[in-house]
């Protein structure tokens, strides 16, 4: 942070924190953290730095999860917990279901988190949402939670038509999502209604242009997460689809989705190319990009609020 509090340091670029926005947004923009990632083989420290990810995650979530008035059971799908949120004031016989897929780079965000994270998905679901706690590396790298996620949407199309399930999640939760429904639609299976991929983490190659240009300027992803892609991804190929969904053939369906960003955020550039990819498709697709936003938002700004609502419209559209 420079001295003067309406703009930030980055390297040698003096870069002024828009008056225009919410006093909580500028006071978030002013915040300065710096990540750091432990050695690819260095367990111990992944472990650890999952222990503290966690700490700070529900610092933040927590106490915006316990003001929604929600009842919450934990139930398992074979080895996978599941937290199933249901807003009070849910019709018994409401059928649909939203699959939440928590964020955290891959390797942050289970239990407590998710549980959390689960809760507050409930402002734009609108309907019962199960939250995956799907498991982490390094003990679980991939493929294990991209199955976990794919074994939670088979169990409930054993019991939901698809049109009645929609999936979401942020950031690293979205990367999930999106290859969980191109895993899904490749083994046969039917489709969600639709997909909720925000600030999406769809390219573990970091190709796009914005892993350059925003480097630094984002001061929620504060560094490349490259070190957490390579521990999930075990040494396959980053570009494969189902670790880099950005990279699928969307020529063979899929749903209508909805993709936001902030005009600061290090995957910017995930969303936008994703979104053109569905276009070229001819899949619906809609993108809404925050202005100075970094990764994921300003954590409870009226700004996020008004993104919100405009999902929740989404979503209610989608239904089947």
């Known amino acids: 942070m420079s001295d003067d509090s309406t703009t930030r340091q980055v390297g040698a670029r ?16 002013g915040i300065e953290r710096t990540d750091t990632y432990p050695a690819l ?51 018994p016989d409401d059928d649909r279901v939203f699959l939440d897929v928590h964020g955290g780079a891959l390797t942050v965000g289970n239990g407590a988190v998710c549980r959390a994270t689960g809760i507050l998905a409930t402002r734009y679901s609108g309907v019962t949402t199960w939250a995956v706690d799907y498991r982490l590396p390094p003990e679980h790298p991939f493929p294990t939670p991209l199955d976990d996620c794919l074994a939670v949407y088979e169990a409930l199309l054993e019991t939901h038509a698809p049109g009645r ?10 990367n999930l999502v999106a290859a969980t429904i191109l895993k899904a639609r490749d083994a046969g299976l039917p489709m969600p209604a639709a997909a909720v991929l925000l ?18 300027i ?13 521990l999930y991804a075990n040494g396959h190929d980053l570009a494969d689809p189902h670790l880099s969904p950005l990279f699928g053939d969307f020529t063979k369906g899929f749903p209508p989705t909805l993709l936001t960003a902030g005009t600061r955020d290090l995957f910017l550039s995930n969303s936008a190319r994703m979104h053109r990819a ?6 619906e697709a809609e993108l809404h990009v925050m202005e100075a936003a970094p990764h994921a938002g300003f954590l409870g700004a009226p700004e996020d609020l008004e993104l919100l609502a405009d999902v929740r419209r989404f979503v209610d559209a989608q239904w089947q």
């Open 14 to 29: 003096t870069v002024p924190i828009p008056s225009h926005l919410s006093a909580h947004a500028q006071f978030f923009l």
């Open 41 to 91: 083989d260095d367990h111990d420290g992944w472990r650890a730095a999952r222990a503290a990810g966690n700490a700070l995650r529900l610092g933040a979530y927590g106490p915006m999860a316990a003001a929604i008035d929600a009842e919450v059971e934990e139930i398992t799908v074979g080895p996978v917990p599941v937290y199933v949120v249901t807003p009070v004031g849910i019709e």
């Open 165 to 174: 399930i929609i999936l979401g999640g942020l950031s690293a939760g979205a």
């Open 199 to 216: 600030s999406p983490h769809l390219d573990l190659t970091e190709s796009g242009d914005t892993f350059h240009t925003n480097m630094g």
């Open 218 to 230: 984002d001061n929620v992803l504060s560094v490349s997460p490259m070190p957490a892609s390579l």
């Open 278 to 283: 569905l276009r070229t498709a001819g899949i």
